[in-house]
């Protein structure tokens, strides 16, 4: 499916993206705050899983390409809906540092397991 691909490509850019920004113009800002440790953390662990997961939907993608799969489909839109909603509680956490924003991280994480589990199925069906 190119439009997995695509997202996933673009998912990949704003990973690098926001890793970088993290690292460097968010350094200063939050050691300036009294837990600018913990939200630089959060922001790298955002970053991190961003990228992995912007790598596992192009997986998906190519999967979903070459293997007439919905599991591969949902997989893809399962690690998408992750790295919005656990990267995405992460960023915004770390931006505001209202920890209840790390209520919705879970959450993410439990698409991850959906994306994963269901690329599994995917892969068992070829």
Do not use: N
Request: hydrophobic share 60%; aromatic share 12%.
């Amino acid at each position: 499916m190119r439009s997995l691909l695509a997202l996933a490509a673009a998912c990949g850019f704003t990973a690098v993206a926001l890793g970088a920004f993290g690292a460097h113009a968010l350094r200063q800002r939050f050691e300036a705050t009294l837990d600018g440790a913990h939200r630089l953390e959060w922001w790298h662990t955002a970053a991190s899983y961003h990228l992995a997961h912007a790598l596992a939907l192009a997986i998906a993608a190519l999967v979903a390409e070459r293997v007439s799969s919905s599991a591969a489909v949902i997989a893809g839109w399962a690690f998408f809906a992750g790295i919005i909603l656990f990267s995405g509680s992460l960023y915004a956490m770390s931006l505001s540092g209202v920890r209840a924003l790390g209520a919705v991280t879970p959450f993410g994480g439990l698409a991850f397991l959906v994306g994963w589990a269901s690329l599994f199925w995917a892969a068992l069906k070829t």
